[in-house]
Nanobody, 126 residues
Framework: QVQLVESGGGLVHPGGSLRLSCAAS????????MGWIRQAPGKEREFVAAIDWTNNKVAYGDALQGRFTISKDRAKNTIDLQMNRLKVEDAGLYYCAADPDGFGPWVETSDSWDYWGRGTQVTVAS
């Protein structure tokens, strides 16, 4: 049973930084893509970033590359999301997600992921 547990959310001022972490368990994840999806109040889920568990392929949502960086630690089974120069519109519930079908164009579709954590809240406000 794949389990994903997010941490690291909180309140940050515009321009600030946060680092989210996802602890993954229940699989070796060798064929998986791992990623982050976010949802702001009243809006649909939005793809943030994805990473291939076995190689260095990464993908980012529109306009996020350069501010956000996804990384993995295979020894610790964690996936991190470093978020810099945060904007008010970056606020929302950030979910860690996993897809056993691997890394492909589908990872940028927020509904294609098979496993989800419960989310960690990110608030960006003055």
């Amino acid at each position: 049973q794949v389990q994903l547990v997010e941490s690291g959310g909180g309140l940050v001022h515009p321009g600030g930084s946060l680092r989210l972490s996802c602890a993954a368990s229940g699989s070796t994840f060798e064929t998986y893509a791992m990623g982050w999806i976010r949802q702001a109040p009243g809006k649909e889920r939005e793809f943030v970033a994805a990473i291939d568990w076995t190689n260095n392929k990464v993908a980012y949502g529109d306009a996020l590359q350069g501010r956000f960086t996804i990384s993995k630690d295979r020894a610790k089974n964690t996936i991190d999301l470093q978020m810099n120069r945060l904007k008010v519109e970056d606020a929302g519930l950030y979910y860690c997600a996993a897809d056993p079908d691997g890394f492909g164009p589908w990872v940028e579709t927020s509904d294609s992921w098979d496993y989800w954590g419960r989310g960690t809240q990110v608030t960006v406000a003055s």
